[in-house]
């Protein structure tokens, strides 16, 4: 986004927040799981425009190449593989599971509200100066970081990934037989 004014620059940061917050609380409150997963999409587009507006171009490419395009995908396969009728399943469970959803939200909202005010960041460098963050690109800032000191959790969301696809292979065959 070079180029283009602060000002209209925080407009286009603000209205993607606010479109990326609009479109998951969307996404939470659809009955219909492929709504869900449409709504989802649309929030990964939101986040990857806040990433273009934060001059991460390759996060933002790899953010729709990956979750909106691959996961997405992967997502609505196995949501259509296994038939899933989310309204069906909850019957007279939906008011105790809503309450039960909503003390859950709400600890994991105050834990990371929590976070944020310990841990804040804020006026802080990273491990690379602007300069060095010039000269070397984003690419290879964020592959460095990646395949070394966060190899590590790399590898456990790549299984965890792999277990969620297993898991989604054993519910499709259960259901055929």
Do not use: C, D
């Amino acid at each position: 986004m070079i180029g283009i004014g602060i000002g209209f620059k925080w407009f286009i940061f603000v209205a993607m927040a606010l479109m990326a917050t609009g479109s998951s609380l969307m996404m939470v409150t659809r009955k219909n799981p492929i709504h869900s997963a449409l709504w989802l999409i649309v929030t990964f587009f939101s986040v990857a425009v806040l990433y273009v507006t934060l001059n991460a171009t390759f996060i933002a490419v790899a953010q729709v190449m990956v979750y909106a395009g691959a996961i997405m995908m992967l997502v609505l396969f196995v949501i259509m593989l296994i038939h899933l009728e989310w309204g069906a399943q909850m019957g007279a469970k939906k008011s105790f599971a809503k309450v039960i959803g909503a003390i859950i939200t709400l600890i994991l909202f105050l834990q990371i509200l929590g976070g944020v005010y310990t841990y804040s960041n804020a006026g802080q460098h990273g491990i690379y100066s602007a300069q060095k963050l010039a000269e070397m690109g984003n690419t290879r800032a964020v592959g460095t970081l990646l395949y070394g000191k966060y190899a590590f959790a790399f590898e456990v969301a790549s299984i965890l990934l792999l277990v969620g696809i297993v898991g989604a292979v054993l519910l499709a065959r259960k259901r055929k037989e």
